[in-house]
């Protein structure tokens, strides 16, 4: 089975901290990508990371960071000194390139960040 | 990195009636998705074309659903007879390829309310 769990519903934060965003996927697959996505209140869906299953280096870009662990089936997204417009819900997703190649979503994780 | 267009970008429909929406790629993109998105979900995959040939379908896509790209170029999602769970928003994807792998960018989406 194709699975990908974001068990937190729901994170607020105050502008500054830091806040880690968990993803824990499933899949027989030997070959996948994983990808965050932000969809702020706008409603468009952003891409921010694709990770291939192969290549499990860290990512930094900015306040964002991304930790892949193949060992724990966990990628997750740590966003350093919040802002406010940070504010949306994320969704991690895992890629199946073995055929179709569509994206299974986690449920998303609301990210509110304060003033 | 919108490299669909989406229309229309809203609809309000009464129940029972028949809803069309068309994606748009603004360059060429073998691979077109759609997928759907309830509230408080994250997106679901519904179908895809490679070119012009509609190469896989979710069981989500029931029989008053249909969808079509003639010529392979844009697509069209068809809702006959509207049901309240139809409510939602319908997002085309196009699939983005490099050497490292492949992304799935998103359309900003087609709102659907049916009242």
């Known amino acids: 089975a194709q699975k990908v769990t974001q068990a937190q519903t729901e994170i607020s934060v105050v502008e500054k901290e830091d806040v880690t965003l968990d993803c824990v996927y499933e899949?027989?697959?030997?070959?996948?990508?994983l990808f965050w996505y932000k969809q702020p209140p706008s409603g468009e869906l952003v891409f921010l990371i694709r990770?291939?299953?192969?290549?499990?280096q860290n990512e930094i870009s900015g306040r964002y960071s991304w930790n892949f662990q193949k060992s724990t089936s966990s990628f997750n997204f740590t966003i350093t000194a919040s802002q406010v417009v940070d504010s949306a819900v994320y969704f991690c997703?895992?890629?199946?390139?073995?055929?179709?190649?569509?994206?299974?979503f986690g449920q998303g994780t609301t990210l509110q960040v304060k003033p | 990195d919108t490299g669909v267009s989406q229309n229309p970008r809203h609809k309000i429909t009464k129940r029972g009636q028949n809803v069309t929406f068309r994606c748009d790629p603004i360059?060429?993109?073998?691979?077109l998705y759609w997928y759907r998105q309830t509230l408080g979900q994250g997106p679901e995959f519904l179908t895809y074309?490679?070119?012009?040939?509609?190469?896989?379908k979710s069981r989500l896509l029931s029989d008053r659903f249909s969808a079509e790209r003639p010529k392979g170029s844009f697509s069209t999602l068809e809702i006959q007879r509207t049901e309240q769970g139809d409510s939602a928003m319908y997002l085309c994807?196009?699939?983005?390829?490099?050497?490292?792998?492949?992304?799935?960018?998103f359309g900003e989406g087609s709102w659907l309310t049916v009242v």
């Open positions: 997703a895992l890629y199946r390139s073995s055929n179709t190649g569509k994206l299974i």
């Open positions: 360059s060429e993109h073998n691979r």
């Open positions: 994807a196009y699939e983005r390829g490099s050497p490292s792998g492949n992304t799935i960018y």
């Open positions: 074309f490679q070119n012009e040939a509609q190469l896989e």
């Open positions: 990770r291939n299953s192969f290549d499990e």
């Open positions: 899949t027989r697959d030997t070959t996948y990508y």
